[in-house]
């Protein structure tokens, strides 16, 4: 297989990565490089105007037959035009995208939206499927221009995959997407601001916390403490507990069978099982009882 360069370790590099409204952390990158040493695929960032973020050109290069197509045979502006065009089209779908190249290699492009806001692109490639054609689609050009069939071997050099493993890739791909996401590694600029409030939600769901504290937490004004809220997660500061609390009881209601509703609802911070139900209703549209049933 073709190698996409050594990883870069440099950490002081890029402790942080920036997209316009969102910091990116480091272990974004230290995830993406893991990925393209196991399966010797590279991944790349971008941010939403599809500027490159990561990696660099030096510390994790295209491979060696797509290199050759952009800066020998002066098709980088295809290829970049290609790359935007898939991306607004994924953008367009809120979904990933694979597909495969005019120069025959399989690449896919995922946009990463945080809160309904677009975060920036992650695209994966390039490698080829086995029901790819043997021959590069320039190896002609190349070898009429250049007279030789270098083109064809660097073709031939590049990471191979049956279709099934292709389709692995990608759902492993994906995965791992929702877990940068989910576990906040990409997350809005403001969101350092409420983290130590978040943190103390998620960690004691069954102490309430008040406004007052939150903001003593964050060290700024209640009022800003619920403007970021709003802004950073979309629901203000009470809303966001209530889903948690309720969320988290969901989880517990399915993976604690045998725990009574009242145990449950204690654990989430409700100490009356009545007016817990009667909030769990209104949020899910059931009883916590019928939810439980209905999970089972």
Known sequence: MASHGPRTKNPGRFYMLESLHHTISQKVAEIFDLYTELHDIRISLFSPDGRLIYPDKIGRPNCQHCTMLRETLGLDAMCRELDHKMMHTAFERQDMISYTCH???????????????????????????????????????????????????????????????????????????????????????????????????????????????????????????????????????????????????????????HHPVAEIAQAVGYEDPLYFSRVFRKYFGCSPSEYRVAAD
């Open 103 to 257: 120069a025959g290699m399989r690449e896919a492009t995922v946009p990463i939206l945080i809160d309904g806001d677009l975060a920036g692109y992650v695209m994966l490639g390039q490698f080829r499927s086995e029901a790819a054609p043997v021959q590069s689609p320039y190896s002609g050009l190349w070898k009429k221009e250049q007279g030789t069939d270098a083109l064809q071997a660097a073709y031939e050099q590049t990471a191979i995959f049956p279709e099934d493993k292709v389709e692995t890739l990608l759902s492993m791909f994906r995965h791992l997407l929702e877990f940068i996401v989910g576990g906040q590694l990409i997350h809005h600029k403001d969101y350092d601001l409420i983290e130590p409030v978040i943190e103390r939600i998620r960690k004691m769901p069954d102490r309430e916390l008040s406004l007052s504290e939150a903001s003593a937490l964050a060290g700024r004004s209640a009022s800003t403490v619920s403007r970021v809220f709003k802004k950073v997660t979309g629901l203000s500061f009470k809303q966001y507990q209530v889903d948690h609390r309720l969320t988290l009881a969901a989880t517990q209601l399915k993976t604690k069978q």
